[in-house]
């Protein structure tokens, strides 16, 4: 999502004239683009303004910073009075003012406007995207289903959708302009709504959209998954994809309730069972806490229970981290930091062993792949990704990017695929 909110700040700032330089050294302008939804997050956005700071002291006395997202939204006045060397500071609906402030205030005062609106969609602008394989779209903007843990629906406000016509509109733009594949984004990207459908018929006319090879989308709520969603699934692969990231979170009942998830194990497992009979390739990922305020040892059985039952293909997994302003922050962190990183380290090493039989059971099987860039590791190599959105390695030989081309897996380590002669 930041990187989609940097790509429509990078146009707004493109139409008055400001062009993208490489490093900060020579900006007269730096944004950053700050996330809250970890505290790690928070922490990485503090030693970037220090080193920031450090190089306008030392060589760009007249570089201007700005603050902008959900940091900028949730810290407000405080991260001003920290850092005085910050000119502006603005919410994650606040963009479109970034050029007037700039035009008219270069360095005179200091400027905090985190206004969240119920109407900004910045509808009708267009992402100054650098050219790539995937563009990112955003359908909707903030979140109304307050899981307690998290900061989202206090940072980016209430949900609301785009019309279709301008999401269509974008996206026929991006095809034009060379993407093959599109992420839809939302915060809940499923409960997504408009005058002309809900999310099924959006996917459906967008899997429709000619020079469209890959469709994908994040993340979904379980609560939202429906049935339509699952047969567009099955009626339009190959271009959406058979890849879902469905975030679990825990497998534990009273641990789900209490983060106000709105669904039970028994539920999403009905539904990883519905999706998988209808798309039986489909690859499913998901994202889960430990630690939770009130996690037993058996809430904590119960989750890695549930990843036996499920299988996941791959998981992001973090230690419960309560952020200031949400109802999860109140309560009492009782499990102490030492059993998190033993829980965490565990779940990390099912995960491990399921993504790795998953990515064995691919072997001699073939798959297809778009091409997306040489290997890091060896020019004569290179890298692309299935439908599933897992890596794979292959050789450089007559293919370039956004080709889409067939080979048989050969080798499977960790979270990569390989395709060897
Ligand atoms: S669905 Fe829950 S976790 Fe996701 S953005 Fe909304 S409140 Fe946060």
């Given at each position: 999502?930041?990187?989609?909110?940097?790509?429509?700040?990078?146009?707004?700032?493109?139409?008055?004239?400001?062009?993208?330089?490489?490093?900060?050294?020579?900006?007269?302008?730096?944004?950053?683009?700050?996330?809250?939804?970890?505290?790690?997050?928070?922490?990485?956005?503090?030693?970037?303004?220090?080193?920031?700071?450090?190089?306008?002291?030392?060589?760009?006395?007249?570089?201007?910073?700005?603050?902008?997202?959900?940091?900028?939204?949730?810290?407000?006045?405080?991260?001003?009075?920290?850092?005085?060397?910050?000119?502006?500071?603005?919410?994650?609906?606040?963009?479109?003012?970034?050029?007037?402030?700039?035009?008219?205030?270069?360095?005179?005062?200091?400027?905090?406007?985190?206004?969240?609106?119920?109407?900004?969609?910045?509808?009708?602008?267009?992402?100054?995207?650098?050219?790539?394989?995937?563009?990112?779209?955003?359908?909707?903007?903030?979140?109304?289903?307050?899981?307690?843990?998290?900061?989202?629906?206090?940072?980016?406000?209430?949900?609301?959708?785009?019309?279709?016509?301008?999401?269509?509109?974008?996206?026929?733009?991006?095809?034009?302009?060379?993407?093959?594949?599109?992420?839809?984004?939302?915060?809940?990207?499923n409960?997504?709504?408009?005058?002309?459908?809900g999310f099924s018929?959006?996917?459906?006319?967008?899997?429709?959209?000619?020079?469209?090879?890959?469709?994908?989308?994040?993340?979904?709520?379980?609560?939202d998954m429906n049935d339509d969603v699952i047969a567009?699934?099955?009626?339009?692969?190959?271009?959406?994809?058979?890849?879902?990231?469905?975030?679990?979170?825990?497998?534990?009942?009273?641990?789900?309730?209490?983060?106000?998830?709105?669904?039970?194990?028994?539920?999403?497992?009905?539904?990883?069972?519905?999706?998988?009979?209808?798309?039986?390739?489909?690859?499913?990922?998901?994202?889960?806490?430990?630690?939770?305020?009130?996690?037993?040892?058996?809430?904590?059985?119960?989750?890695?229970?549930?990843?036996?039952?499920?299988?996941?293909?791959?998981?992001?997994?973090?230690?419960?981290?309560?952020?200031?302003?949400?109802?999860?922050?109140?309560?009492?962190?009782?499990?102490?930091?030492?059993?998190?990183?033993?829980?965490?380290?565990?779940?990390?090493?099912?995960?491990?062993?399921?993504?790795?039989?998953?990515?064995?059971?691919?072997?001699?099987?073939?798959?297809?792949?778009?091409?997306?860039?040489?290997?890091?590791?060896?020019?004569?190599?290179?890298?692309?990704?299935?439908?599933?959105?897992?890596?794979?390695?292959?050789?450089?030989?007559?293919?370039?990017?956004?080709?889409?081309?067939?080979?048989?897996?050969?080798?499977?380590?960790?979270?990569?695929?390989?395709?060897?002669?």
């Open positions: 999502m930041n990187v989609y909110d940097s790509e429509i700040i990078a146009a707004l700032l493109q139409e008055k004239g400001l062009e993208e330089v490489t490093s900060p050294e020579k900006a007269d302008v730096v944004l950053l683009n700050t996330c809250s939804v970890r505290e790690l997050a928070e922490q990485k956005i503090h030693t970037r303004l220090g080193q920031l700071r450090i190089i306008q002291e030392t060589t760009n006395p007249t570089m201007i910073m700005g603050v902008v997202g959900c940091m900028a939204q949730n810290l407000k006045k405080s991260l001003l009075q920290k850092k005085p060397y910050i000119t502006f500071i603005l919410g994650p609906d606040s963009y479109r003012n970034i050029p007037k402030i700039l035009t008219s205030n270069r360095t005179s005062s200091r400027v905090i406007d985190t206004h969240l609106s119920s109407m900004e969609l910045y509808d009708g602008l267009f992402p100054a995207r650098h050219e790539g394989i995937n563009a990112w779209i955003s359908i909707s903007r903030g979140c109304d289903k307050f899981c307690t843990y998290c900061i989202v629906p206090y940072t980016r406000g209430r949900e609301r959708s785009r019309s279709s016509e301008s999401i269509l509109q974008e996206a026929k733009r991006a095809i034009d302009k060379g993407f093959v594949e599109i992420t839809l984004l939302g915060q809940n990207v409960s997504y709504r408009s005058s002309s459908g018929e959006l996917l459906l006319q967008l899997a429709q959209l000619s020079g469209l090879k890959r469709l994908r989308y994040t993340s979904p709520h379980p609560q567009v699934h099955k009626d339009y692969y190959p271009v959406v994809c058979d890849h879902i990231h469905l975030p679990l979170q825990s497998g534990s009942n009273s641990i789900l309730k209490a983060m106000n998830r709105t669904y039970t194990w028994e539920h999403y497992l009905s539904l990883v069972e519905k999706i998988r009979s209808a798309v039986p390739t489909m690859s499913i990922t998901t994202d889960m806490i430990v630690g939770f305020p009130g996690e037993t040892e058996k809430d904590y059985e119960d989750t890695l229970d549930m990843m036996e039952k499920v299988r996941f293909d791959a998981a992001f997994m973090f230690k419960y981290s309560p952020r200031p302003g949400t109802k999860a922050a109140i309560l009492v962190d009782t499990v102490p930091e030492d059993v998190k990183s033993v829980r965490l380290n565990r779940m990390i090493r099912l995960q491990n062993k399921h993504t790795l039989e998953k990515n064995q059971a691919l072997i001699g099987k073939k798959v297809e792949i778009l091409v997306e860039k040489e290997s890091t590791k060896n020019p004569y190599e290179m890298m692309g990704r299935t439908s599933t959105n897992k890596i794979v390695i292959f050789p450089a030989l007559k293919v370039k990017p956004k080709d889409l081309i067939t080979r048989t897996i050969t080798d499977a380590q960790g979270v990569t695929l390989f395709s060897k002669p």
